[in-house]
Each structure stands twice: as C-alpha cells, then as structure tokens.
C-alpha cells in the first residue's frame, strides 16, 4: 500500500520517492512486524489464557517428554493467530501487491493457516487427542502445494517457471520438469511445512530458525530480482522476486516479535497455527526465486530435524531398534543431557552458520 505513494513524489514531495526502494520498505516492514507483535502480544497472550487455550503436556508421547516440559504445562498456545495477523498487515502495507508472488504468499499463509489453526483447535476441544491424522494433513498440504505449483506453471515466467535450478552450477546442468514441476511443487511446499512444525519444540528454537532463514531468502530474492546482481551471481532473473524480498523481511520481524514472549521460558507457543503457514512460506519463497534446493542447506536444522523422525520411524518399524534416543532430533540432545537453552542456541548458531555460508557462496559455480 505504502509503495504506491511515490507516485506523488514529483507533485507533491519529493521524499515519498523513498517508498519505491525495496531496501527501505523492507526495513520498515521489518520494525511494523516486530511492533505489531511486541504491542499486540500481551494482550493476545491474556486473552489465550482467560480462554484456557493452553498447552497440555499430558499429551506428550514420551514419559521422558511429560517429566521434561512439566513446567510448560498451561502455558497459551496457538500464537500463530497473532503472528499470521502482523506479518499479514504487514506486507499489505508494504509490500507492492500487484506483482505476480503476492496472491501466493498471502493465499498460502491463509490456507495453511487455516489448516493449522483446525488442527489446534481440535487438540484443544478434545474432539481428537491428536488433531487432524497424518494423512488428513498431508492431503491438505499436498492440496495447496499442488495448487501453487499449478499457478507457478501457469503465471510464471514462461522461459524458467519449471526448470529446476541446481545450484552452483550453471544453466546447461538446470533440467526442466515440466508438468512434473507441479508434485515438486507439492513435495517442497509440504517438506517445508512438516520440517518447521517439528522442529518447533523447544522454546525460540522454530522462531530463531525461521529468522535466519528468512533473512537469507530476503537477500537472495533481492539478489534475483536485480538484474546486475543476478547475472553477476549467474543466479535467474525472476521478475517480481524484489517483493519477497520485504516478505521475507516482514517474516523476520513478526518471528523476533513473537521471539519477544517465546524466548525460554516461553510466555506463548505459535502451535500448529504458526508452524504450518510460515514453514509453508519458506517453501513458496525458495520455490519463486528458483532456489529450492538450496533450502536443503539453509534450511539445514529443519532438514535435520525431519530426517531424524524418519529415520528413526523406518529403523524401529523394519529392524525393531531406534537411531535416536528420541525423535525429533531436539529431544534427543534433551535426553542426552543438554539443557533447552543450549540445544536452542547450538541450533541457532548452525543455522547461521549455514545461511551465511550459502548467501556467500551463490557465486561459485
């Protein structure tokens, strides 16, 4: 909404040429999200707990988990409600709306968080223990992934809308998919979500991740829709991506918001409500600039996360034994003996570590 206000700048001030710049309306989506969080949080959070929507601990499925998160039980849940809510305001203000990646982010934001928002909700009534099943939720998730991948086909840009970039290498290595791109499409978009609803187990520890991923996706989409910078990377040209660029921004000011009451010992926990969309958000935005392979490293501690609960399911269901002593991965450091605050801020420090390294890798070829 902002960005249109630079059309006034030669009648009426010169200064309103300034909402034009990418940089700018990032930085300033960045501070509205985290603002919006930081004001609205305490209230939301009171709201929450006079409506008892709270964490129940008893549902653990470990009796290890149960003893461990005692301390977490009755704490407010679902905080995705109010995360969904800032990032939403957020990139409708500054964000310019009339590029071809803006109806996905919001239509995916909204879709999975409508989906994540009934899984809560019917944890929470007891109409069933666990919420949605798992296959109930893969339909839904592979629906909307579908769905973008069908639009990515149709709206995208016609000479790279389904090729599949590899990265560090160059366009002959790029393989084009096809109609096939729209299941990739729904692999990336349901991986990401997945990854980033299990990883959320500890308290900061999906928020932090998030953020780091975040800010290397926003530099990256910035790098793609700049001509000069992508042909110097030798990285696509994706007309539009500039956007994702304060999308992503706004992603990482609503997660340091909500960082704000969900640093340990959390205050509120986002739930599936948060988890779901903003995972899915990852995947849309690695998906539009062409880099979702990448998200494998950057998005490195999901990754690792998602594989050990597979790795341990396949293992104890076809040789009877278990890798892990617990699965997800952060369970297992818990029981090893690492207390949540280092598990959160050795992960966190991997994640960085991970996103810098691919940021200032992209031009090795």
């Known amino acids: 909404m902002f960005y249109y206000l630079h059309l006034l700048a030669k009648e009426y001030w010169?200064?309103?040429?300034?909402?034009?710049?990418?940089?700018?309306?990032?930085?300033?989506a960045a501070v509205t999200a985290f603002s919006l969080c930081i004001v609205f949080g305490p209230h939301f959070i009171s709201f929450l707990k006079n409506k008892k929507i709270e964490e129940d601990v008893s549902k653990k499925d470990s009796q290890f988990l149960i003893e461990q998160h005692a301390k977490k039980q009755h704490t407010p849940?679902?905080?995705?409600?109010?995360?969904?809510?800032?990032?939403?305001?957020?990139m409708t203000l500054w964000c310019r709306l009339n590029t071809v990646f803006m109806p996905l982010c919001f239509l995916t934001l909204l879709a999975?968080?409508?989906?994540?928002?009934?899984?809560?909700?019917?944890?929470?009534?007891?109409?069933?223990?666990?919420?949605l099943t798992k296959r109930e939720k893969l339909f839904y998730q592979i629906l909307i992934g579908s769905g973008v991948g069908l639009y990515l086909t149709w709206y995208g840009d016609a000479s790279i809308a389904t090729t599949l970039v590899i990265p560090f290498t160059d366009l002959n290595w790029?393989?084009?998919?096809?109609?096939?791109?729209?299941?990739?499409?729904?692999?990336?978009m349901t991986g990401s979500s997945n990854a980033v609803n299990l990883t959320d187990g500890l308290d900061g520890l999906a928020t932090l991740c998030i953020t780091t991923v975040a800010v290397a996706f926003g530099l990256i989409a910035y790098f793609a829709g700049h001509s000069g910078i992508a042909e110097h990377l030798g990285i696509p040209r994706i007309r539009g991506a500039e956007e994702l660029a304060v999308v992503c921004a706004a992603l990482s000011g609503t997660c340091l918001g909500f960082l704000w009451f969900n640093a340990h010992p959390a205050e509120i926990f986002m739930g599936d409500t948060g988890s779901l969309p903003?995972?899915?958000?990852v995947g849309l935005v690695a998906l539009c600039v062409k880099q979702e392979l990448l998200l494998v490293v950057i998005g490195g501690v999901f990754v690792a996360e998602a594989m050990s609960v597979m790795i341990q399911v396949f293992s104890f269901r076809y040789f009877g034994k278990r890798v892990f002593k617990i699965a997800p991965l952060h369970h297992h450091f818990e029981k090893v003996g690492w207390s949540e605050t280092k598990i959160v801020t050795r992960f966190f420090i991997v994640s960085v570590l991970l996103a810098v390294f691919c940021v200032a890798a992209l031009r090795i070829k």
């Open 14 to 28: 010169e200064v309103l040429a300034v909402f034009k710049s990418v940089s700018f309306r990032a930085a300033f």
């Open 112 to 131: 999975l968080g409508a989906v994540g928002f009934y899984d809560d909700y019917i944890k929470l009534t007891h109409a069933k223990k666990d919420g």
């Open 77 to 90: 849940t679902m905080g995705g409600v109010i995360m969904l809510g800032s990032l939403l305001i957020t």
């Open 278 to 281: 903003l995972g899915g958000l």
């Open 174 to 188: 790029w393989p084009v998919l096809g109609m096939f791109f729209i299941g990739w499409c729904a692999f990336v």
